[in-house]
């Protein structure tokens, strides 16, 4: 569990606003602006902020669905930035990803064996017996029974077409999968199923997750670290039971204290931000969260806080307190 | 208890049932429940379990074909909503009982001014000049706190963000001043710092106003921060009733129970990394061939051979905690 896995180093991902006829750019949407972590083998990373905040940019841009406009990803100790799509391919096999909506990343024409016995097939790993006999396999591991391989989509439940996304991305034995909202199209008693799935599975194959969701206790379950972005960037990165005990940027306190707690004698509904995330197009300058935070400082509009080390392992962006943000 | 002029909605044995091509199906099958003046009451459950068509069956919004209302009773500040002709009930809707959806932008007017929307509202239940009209809708815009309210009414909804469109759908939905609000799912679309702030708002509006509150959503946090009593659905039937505190203390049903312990909690101090969560097994059973006896047996932990055979009836607990299993006294004992 030490060496990294992935390391993205200055992410950024802009994407320019056209308009009128001649279709001139006339701003540019700041989806990911300088991000940078690594993810060790076998460890879980979780990715949360609100929507618009570029998290699933930022996993797009991993596994090259899009191209990064600037920025490293190293893979294995390997650049894959810039790698051609040929050169690529041999990379494709160790990533694999799980998308939010089961039901729009199926093809609706293909046999649930013949999803997930694609990936193989395209790879040239297996093909005949062999191949029905892997997937077989692969229909037992996420719990879906082997006379299902015949099934369509269609005939399977959400949480069901959860697991077969998942055999799909088992099936060239990764060494990350990039889940980007993976159980939020579930309903609570199925998403428990998925979770737990997704977990037994990294203990038995140890493999890593960078796992991107919006709800805090869902990334909090899975996650042994745990990223917030808010607005293109990495506010603050820290292990999960620090992050949780001990957040230290004024907008992971804001969105710990939004979390509806399912207990009535802990009543809080205190919103602790007001107002909306501004739109990406023209960030705030600064931090850009000065605009909806409490402790805002004359400092904060104008000086942009890098993310550093406030106590071992966690790291902040925040001006406050010599950089090492508020301490909760 | 209080008086029964307290009471602002009572639902006796709500039935609604689609008809398919697969067959028939009740999607509300038998409910009952009642919203007093000024108290909120959630209804829990996931997709499936007939919780929104109860919400439209309320409002008499259910899609006639495939759906109709076959039974049971509606009674609002006294009158039966069921039983008004449909002139009637369109006089009472978005008056004395309006709802707010999951999704603002498709339960808005696009090609309208939102204050227009909110005047068009005004002006069809009460007899105002257009200006009067006016300045309520900017009125209201502004009890929902949107800023500049004035230049926001003549925005349309497009130029709004998701969580100001649901405080102008709130502010719609609220302008007549009605006895019964209904949200379905009100906060689902929306991020969690702005679940927080439109959750906040409506409490302080109800509050405010007295309005009598159904809150429809799948979230138990939501439930437990602003609902004072509960009904769990499952199936379309309603299989528990309690007031929150005694629901989430010790749930009878074994699927509240289930639900409650498979929802990730936020951590407030060291939780082992990647705990396992409890899971329900299984998935929601298709309403067309429900199983004989309790919906909920194939899934359930403590299912014995009558709950195959026979539904059970929703029974009292004491203090008004109704559920219906076979077994609830177990499992109030498995939680203690």
């Known amino acids: ?328 | 208890m209080s008086d029964a002029s307290d009471l602002v909605l009572d639902v006796k044995n709500l039935k609604t049932v689609f008809f398919t091509n697969s067959g028939l199906f009740k999607a509300v099958d038998d409910v009952s429940f009642h919203v007093r003046r000024g108290e909120t009451l959630a209804i829990v459950g996931e997709s499936g379990c007939g919780k929104s068509v109860t919400a439209l069956s309320l409002m008499r919004l259910v899609p006639d074909p495939p759906g109709r209302i076959v039974g049971g009773s509606v009674t609002l500040e006294g009158t039966d909503l069921l039983a008004l002709d449909d002139a009637k009930m369109r006089a009472i809707r978005g008056n004395r009982i309006s709802m707010i959806f999951q999704e603002p932008m498709t339960s808005l007017n696009p090609v309208m001014r939102i204050g227009d929307q909110i005047v068009e509202a005004v002006r069809l239940h009460r007899n105002l000049p257009v200006r009067e009209a006016n300045g309520i809708a900017v009125e209201m815009l502004r009890l929902v706190r949107i800023p500049e309210a004035a230049r926001r009414a003549r925005e349309y909804p497009h130029q709004l963000s998701g969580g100001m469109r649901q405080r102008a759908m709130i502010a719609m939905a609220l302008a007549c001043r009605p006895a019964l609000l209904i949200a379905d799912e009100p906060t689902t679309a929306l991020d969690v710092t702005i679940q927080a702030q439109i959750l906040a708002l409506i409490l302080d509006l109800q509050k405010e106003l007295g309005t009598g509150l159904v809150l429809i959503t799948h979230d138990l946090g939501v439930v437990a921060q602003t609902a004072q009593r509960v009904i769990v659905m499952y199936a379309g039937k309603k299989v528990e009733e309690a007031t929150v505190e005694a629901l989430f203390a010790a749930p009878k049903h074994p699927y509240t129970r289930g639900l409650m312990a498979s929802i990730p909690a936020v951590p407030a101090s060291g939780v082992a990394a990647q705990a396992r969560l409890n899971e329900i097994p299984g998935t929601v059973p298709s309403l067309v061939r429900l199983p004989k006896g309790c919906a909920f047996a194939p899934r359930c932990k403590l299912v014995v051979k009558r709950c195959q055979e026979e539904y059970p009836p929703l029974q009292d607990w004491g203090g008004g905690h109704l559920a219906a299993c076979w077994r609830a006294a177990e499992v109030a004992e498995e939680v203690a």
């Open chain 1, 1 to 328: 569990m030490s060496e990294a896995l992935l390391e993205v180093t200055d992410l950024m991902k802009h994407y320019p606003v056209r308009a009128g006829v001649l279709r001139r750019q006339v701003g540019t949407v700041h989806a990911v602006d300088g991000v940078s972590f690594s993810l060790r083998t076998g460890e879980t990373l979780g990715l949360v902020g609100e929507s618009g905040c570029g998290k699933s940019t930022v996993a797009r841009s991993v596994l090259r669905l899009v191209e990064p406009t600037s920025g490293q990803i190293r893979l294995d100790g390997e650049d894959i930035t810039h790698l051609s799509k040929t050169e690529l391919r041999p990379h494709r096999r160790s990533m694999q990803i799980v998308f939010q909506d089961p039901f729009a990343s199926l093809n609706p024409r293909m046999t649930a064996g013949d999803i997930v016995g694609e990936p193989l097939a395209v790879h040239g790993l297996a093909s005949g017996k062999a191949l029905e006999a892997r997937v077989a396999k692969l229909f037992e591991q996420v719990g879906l029974r082997p006379d299902q391989m015949g099934n369509f989509p269609h005939q399977f439940s959400g949480g069901q077409r959860q697991r077969i996304c998942i055999a799909r991305a088992l099936a060239l034995e990764p060494r990350l999968i990039v889940c980007d909202e993976p159980v939020s199209a579930l309903d609570v008693s199925i998403q428990a199923q998925v979770i737990n799935l997704l977990i037994d599975l990294q203990r038995q194959h140890g493999f890593s997750y960078l796992f991107i969701a919006h709800d805090l206790a869902v990334v909090a379950h899975i996650s042994h670290r745990v990223a917030v972005m808010y607005l293109g960037r990495i506010v603050e990165i820290a292990d999960k039971d620090e992050l949780f005990r001990n957040p230290r940027h004024p907008y992971t306190q804001a969105l710990l204290a939004s979390v509806p707690i399912a207990n009535p004698h802990a009543k809080r509904l205190t919103p602790l931000v007001d107002g909306d995330v501004p739109s990406p197009v023209n960030p705030p300058s600064g931090c850009a969260f000065h605009t909806r935070c409490r402790f805002a400082m004359e400092r904060c509009k104008t000086e942009r806080p890098a993310l550093v080390e406030a106590a071992n392992g966690h790291q902040v962006a925040c001006l406050l307190n010599e950089g090492t943000g508020r301490s909760a």
